[in-house]
């Protein structure tokens, strides 16, 4: 197997390859999937010394900061090299599975200096990390053999499928403005199908409790049901293009539960500030376009 081109190596380095049965190896897998946080390209790594791992860090600051990031980058499908200002410092170096393996080990009082580094996730090393390896006396660098055939952008990207089984598609009904109404339901409907598009199941309300359809349901009936459809979600989806009480009141009982909850609006419509403040907000999706609304729905969904 040629050796893939490197977009950076220091002068006088170079990767060692292991086996995905590698003892630390897969020590490295297992930080990858408990401590990265980027969930877009987790990468974990351990760092190993007198042949035995001594700590384990992952990429995006090991799940510190915000505890994972739905990476806008990634939704907005935006060029590679742009859009880094949407992200904040999430992706920074200083985030990256490797100084945060060698930032624990100090922290523990281990001294990395003579350390091996394995790492599972990526294929290469940027330069700032390689830079904090050498200046903290890191011996070898261990990859996955294979790396850049399993791990390159396009096929990581192509390969994602949400870990999510299932949304509570919420959003306005009763109040909906008259000229508006069957096409935002049927709006409704075709969020429920995108998602069931990537394996995701949807309950969407209108189509068991819609106020004219199935009016014969009393106002606790519904209340409990749809508190019970909620809880009973992996996440939800709402749409706060119009306000509506019961999508509101909803949403405080998917945060008391824990539920992630993707916002999703039309562009330049009102939405307050208390809605977009609740803490298990993941996203919000202003759409221009319902296609743009759909394609960034469907990527955020991936990430989760
Ligand atoms: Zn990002
Ligand atoms: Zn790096």
Known sequence: MPAPNYPYLPPGRAFKYVPADHPFMQAAEEARRTLAGDR???VGAVLVKD????????????????????????????????????????????????PMLIKRARKCGIDPAGADVY???HWWCCEPCWQAMIDAGIRDVYLLEDA?????KEVLTAAMRPSIRSIYVSGGLTNLPDDVRDGHKAWY????????????RAYVPHLHSDPERHAHFSPREVYDMDVAQVRAADAVV?????????????????HAAGKPIILVSKKDSRVTRYTRGIPSVVYHIEYETEADGLRQLQNVLKQL
């Open 40 to 42: 877009v390209f987790p």
């Open 148 to 152: 850049h055939g399993r791990f390159s």
């Open 189 to 200: 409907e075709r969020i429920g199908a995108a998602a069931e598009e990537l394996g995701v």
């Open 119 to 121: 790492m599972n996730g």
């Open 51 to 98: 042949g035995a791992v001594v700590t384990d860090a992952g990429n995006g600051w090991s799940r510190g900061r915000d505890g994972g990031h739905v990476c806008p980058r990634f939704v907005r499908s935006c060029p590679t090299g742009t859009g880094y200002d949407l992200c904040g410092d999430f992706h920074e170096p200083s985030g990256h599975a490797e």
């Open 238 to 254: 709402a749409d706060v293009t119009y306000p509506s009480l019961g999508t509101g009141g909803g949403l405080d009982v998917a």
